[in-house]
């Protein structure tokens, strides 16, 4: 009985091993889907950009991201796992002074957390299996670009005191930040 017992813990080990590199060979199906799921909670959490915020100027270059030149599948892999835990760290401070959703918010916050998670849990099962990528000096320029883009935002919010007008102007900036997400998971499929 307790063979019987082991071999089916094993079999259920194996399976879900096996299923567990699938969805990480299949990372951009899962990436476009929660892109455009962020992208609805995104639209959902204020509706209409305000009128009264449309005098606001911003200095932000969304292009940026697009200039990333990683010619790797998983270097393109930890830049996005970079953009969405840069984006969950400033979905995460000070939403105080904001009139949104509550519950979309929650649910935007949720889904980067949860996906995440999964980049890093597929990202660390290629590196315990010693899978080494060209290009790191690509990626640390790439990540630098992408610490100073983010900071660029971060500045603003800070600078403007983190005022509703201000988070409006960043929930537009963030979804133009996920339409330059998905040009970046269309590489994931090459």
Same mark, same amino acid.
């Given at each position: ?67 990333? @030149?990683?010619? =790797?599948?998983? &270097? ?5 796992? +970079?953009?969405? *835990?840069?984006?969950?760290? %400033? ?56 610490? @100073?883009?983010? =900071?660029?935002? &971060? ?5 403007? +005191?983190?005022? *509703?007008?201000?988070?409006? %102007? ?21």
């Amino acid at each position: 009985m307790i063979s019987r017992s082991l071999l089916q813990f094993c079999l259920m080990l194996l399976f879900s091993s096996e299923i567990s590199c699938l969805d990480c060979n299949r990372i951009h199906v899962l990436q476009t889907r929660m892109n455009r799921e962020s992208l609805e909670h995104l639209e959902k959490m204020g509706g209409n950009f305000p009128f009264q915020c449309l005098n606001e100027k911003t200095v932000f270059k969304p292009r940026d991201i697009l200039k990333i @030149r990683l010619s =790797q599948q998983e &270097n393109a892999k930890k830049a996005i796992l +970079q953009i969405l *835990q840069e984006l969950f760290h %400033i979905f995460n401070n000070n939403l105080t002074q904001t009139a949104w959703n509550e519950t979309s918010i929650k649910e935007f916050q949720n889904g980067l957390h949860q996906h995440i998670e999964k980049l890093e849990t597929c990202l660390s099962a290629e590196v315990e299996k010693e899978i080494s990528y060209p290009g790191n000096e690509n990626l640390l320029l790439t990540s630098l670009r992408l610490k @100073r883009y983010f =900071q660029t935002i &971060n500045d603003f919010l800070k600078e403007k +005191q983190y005022s *509703q007008c201000a988070w409006e %102007i960043i929930r537009a900036e963030i979804s133009r930040c996920f339409l330059m997400l998905n040009i970046l998971t269309k590489r994931l499929q090459n």
